[in-house]
C-alpha cells in the first residue's frame, strides 16, 4: 500500500462546476500538506500549503485537512478551463522532513 | 518574479552515455532537491541539499547516479551510464528551509533510446 493514495481520473467537469479532489493517506505522522497544479510538460507549481488540520481558502480554491481520518481535500470553485491541469497532493512528516507525493489526478474543465 | 532555473529542457541521449543535468534554485534557498518524475505519476525525491551538504540520498541509484551542489548554490545531477529505464521527468525544487514550501523549476525531460 502507498503512504499517499490519489485517484489518477481523469475527471471531466464543465465550466463553472465545484471541483472535489481527494487524498488519503496511511502516515499518522505527516503533518505538513500541499496541493501543487502541474500543466502538461512543466514544472508542479504550489497551490496551497497547510499545517496540521482546518480548512485554508485562497481565493476559489479551499483546502481542507482531515487528521482523523487521514484525508485532504481542494476544492475549486467557479472551476475555468484554465483550471485544466493534473493537481497533486503532497504531505510531510516533521520526522522525515520529505516530500511524499500523490499519483496526480488529470482534471479537464470544458466549456 | 523569482524561479528556479533548470537545463536543458529535453535532453535524448542512447543508453550506456552519461548525461548531465543542471539547476538554479530562487537566490537565498537552503534547500534544493532533485525529483524524477515517471509519466503518469508523482514525483519522487532523488536527493536533498542543505546548503552543500546531503541530507537524503536514500532513493538515489548511487551505482550510476551522482549530483553535487558544491558552492551550496546551484547543483549538478549525473547520470552515467543512462539506462532506458531513466527516461523520466527530471525537477529540481528549492525552498528557504527544509520543510518549507518547495518551488519547482519546468524541469528536465529525459529520454534514453
Known amino acids: 500500500q502507498k503512504e499517499v493514495e490519489q485517484d489518477p481520473g481523469p475527471l471531466s467537469v464543465p465550466e463553472g462546476a465545484i471541483v472535489s479532489l481527494n487524498c488519503t493517506y496511511s502516515?499518522?505522522?505527516?503533518?505538513?500538506f500541499m496541493w501543487y497544479r502541474q500543466y502538461s510538460r512543466k514544472g508542479p507549481e504550489l497551490l496551497m500549503y497547510?499545517?496540521?488540520?482546518g480548512n485554508k481558502e485562497d481565493g476559489r480554491f479551499t483546502a481542507q485537512v482531515d487528521k482523523s481520518s487521514k484525508y485532504i481535500s481542494l476544492f475549486i470553485r467557479d472551476s475555468q478551463p484554465s483550471d485544466s491541469a493534473t493537481y497533486l497532493c503532497a504531505m510531510a512528516s516533521q520526522g522525515a522532513q520529505k516530500l511524499v507525493f500523490g499519483q496526480g489526478t488529470r482534471l479537464t474543465i470544458n466549456p | 518574479e523569482a524561479e528556479v532555473a533548470q537545463s536543458p529542457r529535453y535532453k535524448i541521449t542512447e543508453k550506456s552515455q552519461a548525461v548531465a543535468f543542471w539547476c538554479d534554485p530562487i537566490?537565498?534557498?537552503?534547500?534544493l532537491y532533485w525529483y524524477r518524475q515517471i509519466l503518469g505519476q508523482g514525483p519522487e525525491l532523488l536527493v536533498q541539499?542543505?546548503?552543500?551538504?546531503?541530507?537524503?540520498d536514500s532513493q538515489l541509484p548511487k551505482d550510476r547516479f551522482s549530483a553535487e551542489r558544491l558552492k551550496g548554490v546551484d547543483s549538478t545531477l549525473k547520470i552515467q551510464p543512462a539506462e532506458l529505464g531513466d527516461s523520466a521527468m527530471y525537477l529540481c525544487?528549492?525552498?528557504?528551509?527544509?520543510?518549507?514550501?518547495?518551488?519547482f523549476g519546468p524541469g528536465t525531460r529525459l529520454t534514453v533510446t
Open positions: 497547510t499545517y496540521s488540520s
Open positions: 525544487a528549492s525552498s528557504l528551509a527544509r520543510l518549507g514550501e518547495q518551488y
Open positions: 502516515n499518522s505522522a505527516f503533518q505538513y
Open positions: 537566490s537565498g534557498h537552503a534547500t
Open positions: 541539499f542543505q546548503d552543500e551538504s546531503v541530507v537524503d
